[in-house]
């Protein structure tokens, strides 16, 4: 009954969804992607049908054979409730699966938590907004009740920062308190109000002309440059950090004044500021510790990315620069919209992007996984038992990590050139002619595969080095007991170490796979992205088929010799926006699917 | 296994099987250094080539072509004379300041944050370690060209490209915490807490406790921070925006090899160029490879 | 030398995991006191809060009349010995113990005249320029020892400190630490899972489960008079042997009814239990292996049983038994007491009659397992 009911309403999902292909299709030209799209609706559409009637096929049959049928449902149900398809197993029954139900049983429990562990992470935001909504109440409620029960010094703190602190003897904080708010004040005055007002518009004046009076000359046409869009963003957002960062100093000025009036009121004595300084490298050694270290990363990691995440929603590029030529402007969700559409002034960047992050998902997977199980292989190569000059094979490998990249990376590129090395041995060997010398970096396809298996030598000896620990990490005793319950080689490895690796490394597994996603260094040194997919460049950059979406972003924002585009900024943002989504996903799958997060308390 | 099998490996001994096994074994690994040593003793014999035409191929597989009149080659230090004359000089000074002062500040900053995280307790420091596992999945080049402008903006950015360099990789430094709090990790807390009771603070315990035990992964650290910017390209590139004299190594020497053919002069300079850089990199790391293995190894088992 | 005051000290970690619920006591100049009970019981959360390592969430802790709780580890004055020694691995042995003095920037000799003093006494002289890896487990504690005796600390704390040894050591250490305190004469916190060493060594014992203090007391007033079933089970080894059974309270006499025997209530239990005007009533009986006797046949109190495991412990015999309805029991009989002969037939299997002294028997409530004798 079930299976019929799900085909059926399946098969009906199918126009919904052939629609919805339809109208991403804006305009009708006579594109590729447009034909697709019209291929993938027909498709769409078939394959609801069949749906539809395999539906009530089943239907039928279901009615018709009804008795044999609700007593093999209840049988197949029951079967089901026993391999825990919908219900987690205790040990028990879990054990006494059979080993491909036991498999089936782990997929399936792993897929289910997928959808539960990102609901929980839903939730978990949730929560998080209402107990930070219910915290600033109660902050609020706690400011207030400092101000009615407070004494007139906390009531003056309130507005002038510190005085609370100095008043009762604590100078030291209490200078610093009102240095800040001076600073603040002094800031908003002269540049904080200027910034914040622009901020909704992003300038109002762009670069002008301008009648000048030059003495001597007479009236000059002269462009004169007005608002900075840039900048207005920069320092807007600069000043809204600013702001927080001041209304929370102002919140623990607040709550100091209350403290040290209960301190004070208990008959003990205050901190003085000496006390405060020994404090800084003793129970408060962790806040000047982290104080240079969170700065950096405020400034140069966070303020970028936020700057860069507005930038996505402005028309910020090379050409609208915002102060030379164009101002820019807030434009909402365009570029977004841009990048899913199959065609926007007759090209196609939701198919560019479709296939740079293909082809980067294709690359992230080989990349990993290959120089994963070879970096293994050959770490169990060199440990094995009678190989002589472990440590001379070793230092062979680990030596090419101490070569920088770039150049063993420029260079294999060029010895893959049509003229370069590689072909000349071929050459030499007679193996080919000069003339059909290999275009190693011509071809699609042969690059893709070329840039793998070099990666696989730029990476092996690092998963080398790190397998290698982890193998004479492997207590001797499991092999040892694992020998006498009579286990073969093969067993040894497939059942004591790669379950060991597996579980020691899985984190690091994640971590390289989105690492290569990100591997700029090994595709743009070898290839440059090229060779160029003619189908897929002109607005969005020159675009190859290695590009990532990491060198897709590089290109844009290095393509400002473009005549009409410039450097998209805006759209190279939309791209690292979006390449952060499909890593945070990823990431929260492969969390889901881990047996265990492990407790880094675990190592103490 | 079949018991005729088995008789069979009785009779040939496990010596032999064994000593066949470790032939294949062998010739892997031979064939493995050669593979990942060939492309290094090729730019070091390029590096000394004179003449531009010649093929260092013919060297290598077919003599004879090698010694053709017109078409010989000939070896000299010519490249790196050459070299000293060009910019190169400047680059690797470039390269080597900023390499100086990044290994200096980074370790510092990447120790006070790993030790932070590792031995104290305070309410943000779970929500801190989530907040930069996050922005790690951030492009880090997404905020080049923000960057770019701010330094420019502060004059750090194209003739000064060294100093803004050092700023950018040094600011962000502190998110690269996650090997050595591993290894932080690992020593007892108990000795923190005996210290603290024998009346030590914490700066004392930082100094005196965990700083002299943590030796192989501060060595690991600036090890690794001065071996960085030799091979950082992207950031070197987009700040010092085509000013010559601002490039670093990568840059420079990938600018040769983009604007020459495989036969040209700055091919073989390339190579030159290559080999000083690798050099002392190399040795350097030679000498303390002990303490890198340890700390990639630790980190990766840690996660 | 100081006394240490517990004020309704609680500890709650971030978890929202209550450790230490309320904890009160006073310990008295110059006394030592030992904190056991099983593992997660919260002893050595109650001594790291003492000591300052631990936040302390609620209530006071004072040392020597003055409130620590806002005090670092180091402005305590205090010493401690931890479980896994906690020596610096990279400094010598000198070197650890004279840490705290040159933080305190003592004049070298000074440092030098104590540290040779304390090696001295805990004969580790020869050992002081070695690096604590170079050591055994009894050196390695004998040099944290010297560390806290330094110190010249009001209050010296040691968590768990013999139980990184082998059984051997154990006891000499045990001994040793006896010694230590006589010669040292301040006010000793130790903390242990091991009852023996608790009764051994404590003045008084401090009994906790799951946060809570079950008893405090002497070690003769927590063997003798246990205030609970939990602490009448832990302290003792063999375990008390303990059975749900019935009082019955007929012509002024109390009797046990276990397993069907009768055994009568005698000495000054009996009088103890008229005092408190108990009635017939469920029980729990509790007997500790050494009051259980083998009997006669023909006793009114015997009860018949079947030997499973008989333990040659050398001085005694450790005997497993299990009666008719399943009770398992555990009998201890000195070894000098029996006959080769009756020795001999104590094998899996044998039928043996047991019994056990009036004069020794607890009583719980079966539902509060408070004694109904000693608990409050």
């Known amino acids: 009954m079930a299976p019929a009911i799900l085909l059926m309403v399946l098969g009906a999902l199918c126009p919904a969804v052939a629609l919805l292909l339809r109208l991403t299709v804006t305009q009708s030209t006579d594109s590729l992607g447009v034909k697709l799209t019209g291929f993938l609706q027909i498709v769409v559409l078939v394959i609801g049908v069949l749906l539809v009637v395999f539906g009530v096929i089943n239907l039928v049959r279901t009615i018709v054979r009804n008795g044999r049928i609700v007593r093999q449902a209840q049988e197949e149900q029951a079967e089901l409730h026993r391999i825990g398809l919908c219900r987690e197993l205790s040990d028990a029954e879990f054990l006494q699966l059979d080993k491909g139900e036991k498999a089936v049983n782990k997929f399936v429990r792993g897929l289910v938590r997928i959808p539960v562990g990102t609901w929980n992470g839903i939730k978990k935001i949730g929560l998080f907004f209402k ?231 294709i690359w992230a997977f080989f990349a990993t996984f290959t120089n994963y199980f070879l970096g293994i292989a050959v770490a169990m190569l060199i440990n094995k038992k009678g190989i002589h000059l472990k440590k001379v094979w070793r230092t062979i490998l680990i030596m090419t990590i101490a070569i920088p990249q770039f150049i063993s990376l420029l260079y294999v590129s060029k010895m893959f050139t049509l003229n370069g090395l590689f072909n000349g041995f071929l050459i030499d060997l007679g193996i080919i002619q000069p003339a059909n010398a290999i275009d190693f970096w011509g071809t699609p396809t042969l690059a893709r595969i070329m840039v793998i298996i070099i990666n696989i030598w730029i990476g092996i000896p690092y ?118 989504i499909v890593v945070a996903v990823i990431s929260l799958i492969v969390y889901g699917l881990l047996p265990s997060v492990k407790n880094e308390e675990d190592f103490q | 296994m079949s018991k005729q099998q088995n008789s069979m490996k009785q009779h040939m001994g496990m010596k032999a099987a064994s000593r066949i096994s470790n032939t294949v074994v062998y010739i892997i690994l031979v064939a493995m250094s050669v593979i990942w040593l060939i492309p290094f003793v090729c730019i070091v014999i390029q590096s000394f080539r004179i003449n531009p035409t010649g093929m260092t191929r013919y060297l290598l597989v077919n ?40 290994a200096v500040v980074q370790t510092v900053i990447v120790l006070c944050m790993s030790y932070t995280l590792s031995r104290f307790r305070f309410k943000l420091r779970k929500p801190m370690m989530q907040f930069m596992l996050i922005l790690g999945m951030f492009p880090g080049m997404l905020s080049m060209i923000i960057l770019y402008q701010v330094l420019k903006d502060l004059g750090l950015a194209l003739e000064n490209a060294v100093p803004g360099l050092i700023l950018v990789y040094v600011a962000s430094s502190g998110m690269g915490y996650y090997v050595s709090k591993g290894f932080f990790d690992t020593i007892p807390k108990s000795l923190d807490e005996a210290a603290r009771i024998d009346g030590a603070t914490r700066a004392q315990v930082l100094f005196k406790i965990i700083l002299p035990l943590a030796k192989p992964i501060v060595i690991y650290t600036i090890l690794t921070a001065f071996m960085g910017p030799w091979g950082d390209f992207v950031f070197a590139r987009y700040i010092s925006n085509g000013r010559i004299a601002a490039y670093n190594v990568a840059v420079g020497l990938q600018s040769w090899l983009a604007t020459d053919t495989m036969t040209g002069q700055n091919y073989t300079m390339f190579c030159a160029g290559g080999v000083i850089v690798a050099v002392p990199v190399v040795i350097l790391f030679m000498c303390l490879q002990r303490y890198y293995v340890e700390g990639v190894t630790g980190g990766a088992v840690k996660g | 030398m100081a006394s240490v005051k517990l004020t309704n000290v609680k500890k709650v970690y971030d978890n929202n995991v209550v450790a230490v619920h309320d904890f009160n006591l ?122 806290a005796m330094v110190r010249d600390s009001k209050v010296f704390l040691m968590d768990e400190p013999l139980s990184n040894l082998d059984a051997k050591l154990r006891n000499q250490m045990r001994a040793e630490i006896i010694l230590l305190r006589q010669r040292l004469d301040t006010t000793f916190i130790y903390v242990t899972h091991d009852q023996t060493e608790a009764m051994t060594l404590g003045d008084r014992i401090v009994i906790m489960k799951d946060g809570y203090i079950m008893q405090v007391g002497t070690p003769t007033e927590v063997f003798e008079m246990p205030h609970n079933l939990f ?65 006669d046949e023909n006793d009114p109190g015997a009860m018949v049983c079947t030997l499973e495991v008989n333990e040659m412990m050398g001085s005694e015999l450790h005997l497993h038994v299990y009666t008719e309805d399943g009770t398992r029991w555990i009998v201890r009989i000195p070894t000098i007491d029996l006959s080769t002969e009756q020795r001999k037939a104590l094998v899996a299997g044998a039928k043996l009659y047991i019994t056990f002294e009036g004069k020794a028997m607890h009583f719980f409530d079966p539902e509060t397992e408070k004694n109904l004798i000693y608990g409050e």
């Not at chain 1, 300084?277 to 000047?288: G, Y």
């Not at chain 1, 090229?530 to 060198?551: C, E, F, K, Q, Y």
């Not at chain 3, 059974?245 to 397993?259: A, H």
Request: charged fraction near 20%; include cysteine; charge should be neutral.
């Open chain 1, 463 to 580: 998963l080398m080095l790190i397998a290698t620990g982890i193998l004479m990490n492997i207590p001797a005793d499991l092999y040892e007991s694992a020998k006498i319950d009579g286990a073969s080689g093969w067993k040894q490895f497939s059942k004591i170490t790669l379950p060991y690796m597996l579980f020691i490394t899985g984190p690091y597994l994640l971590t390289s796979f989105t690492g290569n996603m990100n591997n700029f260094n090994v595709i743009y040194l070898l290839t440059g992205g090229g060779p160029t997919n003619a189908l897929r460049s002109g607005a969005a950059g020159t675009v190859g088929h290695t590009d990532l979406l990491i060198t897709w972003l590089f290109k844009i924002t290095t393509s400002g010799s473009d005549p009409t585009y410039g450097a998209q900024y805006y759209l190279a943002s939309v791209i690292g926006i979006l390449v952060f």
């Open chain 2, 63 to 102: 003599p004879e072509a090698a010694l053709k009149p017109g078409l010989e080659i000939r070896f000299g230090f010519d490249n790196y004379i050459r070299l000293w004359n060009s910019d190169f000089p400047r680059w690797y000074l470039n390269t080597f300041i900023i390499a100086l002062v990044v």
């Open chain 3, 231 to 295: 602490v009448a089970e832990f302290i003792g080894a063999p375990k008390m042997n303990v059975v749900r059974t019935n009082l019955i309270k007929e012509g002024g006499k109390y009797f046990v009814t276990p397993c069907g025997a009768k055994i009568e209530v005698t000495g000054e239990k009996a009088n103890l239990l008229a005092d408190k005007g108990i009635d017939s009533r469920e029980i729990l009986l509790g007997a500790r292996p050494e009051h259980i006797v083998l009997a």
């Open chain 1, 131 to 361: 107990n930070a909504a219910l915290g600033i109440v109660n902050e609020c409620k706690d400011i207030w009740k400092t101000f009615v029960e407070g004494d007139w010094k906390t009531k003056v703190s309130f507005l002038v920062m510190g005085f609370g602190n100095i008043a009762r003897g604590q100078v030291l904080r209490g200078i610093l308190f009102l240095l800040l708010e001076v600073v603040f004040i002094g800031y908003m005055i002269l540049m904080g109000g200027y910034y914040l007002s622009m901020l909704p518009s992003l300038g109002k004046i762009g670069p002008h002309s301008e009648m000048k009076l030059v003495p001597g000359v007479g009236e000059i046409e002269t462009t004169v440059k007005g608002d900075n869009s840039f900048k207005i963003l920069l320092y807007g957002v600069l000043t809204i950090f600013f702001i927080i960062a001041v209304i929370y100093t102002w919140r623990v000025n607040v709550k100091q004044n209350k403290t040290a009036e209960m301190i004070l009121k208990s008959g003990k004595k205050l901190k003085s500021g000496k006390d405060d300084l020994r404090s800084m490298v003793d129970d408060q050694f962790h806040k000047t510790l982290m104080a240079l270290p969170t700065l950096g990363i405020l400034i140069f990691t966070v303020m970028p990315i936020v700057f860069m995440i507005l930038v996505a929603f402005t028309n910020y590029s090379s050409i609208n620069d915002g102060y030379e030529t164009k101002l820019f402007t807030w434009v909402g969700f365009e570029n977004f919209k841009t990048i899913f559409s199959w065609d926007v002034g007759g090209v196609n960047y939701a198919a560019t992007f479709g296939e740079i992050l293909l082809w980067t998902l």
């Open chain 3, 26 to 147: 006073d310990i008295k100049d110059k006394e030592f006191v030992v904190f056991v009970g099983p593992s997660g019981c919260g002893k050595s959360t109650t001594l790291r809060m003492v000591a300052g390592l631990e936040e302390i969430s609620d209530g006071t802790v004072e040392i020597d009349g003055e409130v620590v709780n806002d005090l670092q580890p180091k402005d305590r004055n205090i010493a401690m010995v931890f479980q896994n020694y906690a020596l610096y691995p990279h400094m010598t042995v000198y070197d650890n113990i004279a840490f705290s003095l040159r933080l305190k920037k003592v004049p070298e000799d000074v440092i030098y005249a104590k540290v040779t003093n304390a090696a001295e006494i805990l004969g580790i002289t020869e050992y002081l320029m070695r690096k604590p890896r170079a050591l055994s487990g009894g050196q390695r504690q004998r040099v944290a020892i010297g560390r």
